[in-house]
């Protein structure tokens, strides 16, 4: 650091309530620039920091839950289609659907919502192509 011109650096933890979230460095050019009252001082600010880490780690989780949901939802919507279709093609009950389909997505070690979505789009096909042919 001494190459950059820094010759005191103090730094501070960004606490949590139950833990160390990072820490506030603050650097210098003088030496010894830092005493007792500038770490009170520092201090006061780590507080806030630790504050708003706090809030910015709670708002991208909650975002990362947001878009995790959203997924799920539509994978939901695939796979309840895929299981209407299934009731429809073998006169199955909603329950032996949904177990035909985990049993399809076992035997070809796909995830359900892959193998949901991969009936729908031939589903899709077939409907298209015997409407075109009439």
Known sequence: MDRLGVHSVVSLPLLGSDTVLGAMSVYAHAKHAFDARAVKLGELFALPAATSVQI????FQAR???T??????????TI??????LISRYGDGPEEAYARLRAMSRSENQNLSVVAQTILDQTIRQ???SHTSH
Do not use: F, K, M, P
């Open 56 to 59: 910015g780690q709670a708002l």
């Open 64 to 66: 990362r839950l947001a």
């Open 68 to 77: 995790q949901l959203r997924a799920a939802l539509a994978s939901r919507a």
């Open 80 to 85: 309840d289609h895929a299981v209407g279709i």
């Open 127 to 129: 409907a298209r192509a």
